[in-house]
């Protein structure tokens, strides 16, 4: 047997806890270490320094003082609900995050032909059309002249 293991076993039986079979290997390693044998003793003293009464006289009506401190009835049990409420959080917001979209009125989608007079009323608002037109009166609009790439202008009236 290794000290560590006997280390082991000393806690074990300072505890109670050896079968007399671990108790005779551990008293035959004690016999030939003087490290274990020093750890045992110890350990032993420490034993019975807890087991010695501490000389601490208690009054003798204390259990009755005690007792006739204690509340007539026992505090009211915690509300149930209270202990679901973070459950119940949970799921309003899963509720929302998830459902939402699905809830909250949108506008219907606008045709394509919509879409273009929308911009060409905002393009006329802004005075751009006019800008745009020769003296002559033929339409001369370019969309890169003010601004829009010539990959979206394509798409555009």
Same mark, same amino acid.
């Given at each position: #047997?290794?000290?560590?293991?006997?280390?082991? #076993?000393? !806690?074990?039986?300072?505890?109670?806890? +050896?079968?007399? !079979?671990?108790?005779?290997?551990?008293?035959?390693?004690?016999?030939?270490?003087?490290?274990?044998?020093?750890?045992?003793?110890?350990?032993?003293?420490?034993?019975?320094? +807890?087991? !010695?009464?501490?000389?601490?006289?208690?009054?003798?009506?204390? !259990?009755?003082? $005690?007792?006739?401190?204690?509340?007539?009835?026992?505090?009211?049990?915690?509300?149930?609900?209270?202990?679901?409420?973070? $459950?119940?959080?949970?799921?309003?917001?899963?509720?929302?995050?998830?459902?939402?979209?699905?809830?909250?009125?949108?506008?219907?989608? #606008?045709?394509?032909?919509? $879409?273009?007079?929308?911009?060409?009323?905002?393009?006329?608002?802004?005075?751009?059309?006019?800008?745009?037109?020769?003296?002559?009166?033929?339409s001369v609009w370019n969309?890169?002249? $003010?601004?829009?790439?010539?990959?979206?202008?394509?798409?555009?009236?």
């Amino acid at each position: #047997m290794n000290c560590s293991r006997a280390e082991k #076993m000393l !806690a074990s039986r300072a505890l109670g806890l +050896l079968s007399l !079979a671990q108790a005779r290997k551990l008293a035959r390693h004690e016999e030939n270490c003087a490290t274990c044998r020093e750890r045992a003793a110890g350990l032993e003293k420490a034993e019975q320094a +807890l087991a !010695a009464p501490c000389g601490l006289r208690l009054p003798a009506n204390l !259990a009755d003082r $005690v007792l006739r401190n204690l509340p007539a009835s026992a505090p009211p049990a915690p509300r149930r609900w209270l202990l679901w409420s973070p $459950v119940l959080a949970g799921a309003v917001i899963l509720l929302v995050v998830f459902a939402g979209p699905f809830i909250r009125q949108r506008p219907p989608d #606008m045709t394509t032909q919509e $879409v273009l007079d929308a911009y060409s009323e905002d393009i006329k608002s802004l005075g751009l059309w006019e800008s745009q037109t020769s003296t002559n009166g033929n339409s001369v609009w370019n969309y890169q002249d $003010v601004g829009v790439p010539q990959e979206i202008s394509q798409y555009l009236l």
